[in-house]
């Protein structure tokens, strides 16, 4: 399992809950931009106490930085494939429509959209290689999955709903998430991999600020119990971290 965005927030506390789990992956590899720095502390000392957990420099609006992170999974996992790709690092800024430039909007868009579009390009050997040693019949997380961290803010069904915060450069980056999503079904999913993208829920991180709904680990653990039970029939959708569809 490779996870990106690792060292705060919903990142940070998925790399903890899916190494204290009943069945905890063969490896991870948690990635941030800065894994020697102060923000990573945490995740140093899991590492420290988990030989299967490894560490990886790697912004995700950075190609190279990508490249040299395939290389490093590859090395670890010595000729076997890569089960599940989640996409979940993401920049956030509270802009309007009338304060959004098009510096921020192309920030965004290289971080939330480019980002996992680029990771799965480069770990698409290692997916497809995972798809093709699994036995299992269908699509499954167990088998190769490409999980995308979206969000309902980039419903644009929900967004009257939604509109008290405008967030434009999120939820317009997030929406391009969510088609890159469906394109990244309909085409890898012939391969054996599943593809789909998860709300968390509004959460009380850096991002979701301490006035939002839910705690980290109430919204990981409700990931982490809709992972097992995507099947086909979930690839190309939108869920929320209880398992329901959200419309696009």
Not at 26 to 45: H, M, N, S, V, Y
Not at 96 to 119: C, F
Request: hydrophobic share 40%; charged share 20%; aromatic share 4%.
């Amino acid at each position: 399992c490779l996870l990106t965005g690792s060292n705060r927030g919903l990142g940070r506390e998925l790399v903890k809950q899916l190494l204290g789990g009943p069945r905890p992956p063969a490896w991870i590899f948690a990635t941030c931009r800065d894994p020697e720095g102060p923000r990573a502390q945490e995740l140093r000392d899991l590492a420290s106490r988990h030989p299967n957990l490894v560490l990886v420099k790697l912004d995700v609006a950075n190609p190279a930085d990508i490249t040299d992170a395939v290389k490093i999974v590859e090395g670890k996992l010595s000729g076997t494939g890569l089960n599940l790709l989640i996409n979940n690092a993401g920049i956030y800024a509270p802009v309007t429509l009338d304060t959004v430039d098009s510096e921020e909007m192309i920030r965004a868009y290289k971080t939330n959209a480019v980002g996992p579009l680029l990771m799965a390009q480069a770990f698409l050997p290692l997916l497809k290689k995972a798809a093709q040693e699994s036995t299992d019949k269908g699509l499954s997380c167990s088998k190769a999955a490409i999980i995308n961290i979206s969000t309902v803010l980039g419903s644009i069904g929900k967004t009257s709903e939604s509109f008290f915060k405008p967030v434009i450069s999120y939820r317009c980056s997030k929406a391009a998430l969510n088609m890159l999503t469906k394109c990244q079904a309909l085409t890898y999913g012939e391969t054996g991999i599943l593809c789909v993208a998860l709300h968390p829920g509004w959460v009380k991180t850096d991002m979701g600020t301490q006035e939002a709904d839910l705690t980290v680990d109430t919204s990981v653990r409700g990931l982490l119990s809709v992972l097992p039970i995507l099947s086909e029939k979930h690839s190309g959708s939108l869920l929320n971290w209880e398992g329901k569809a959200i419309p696009w």
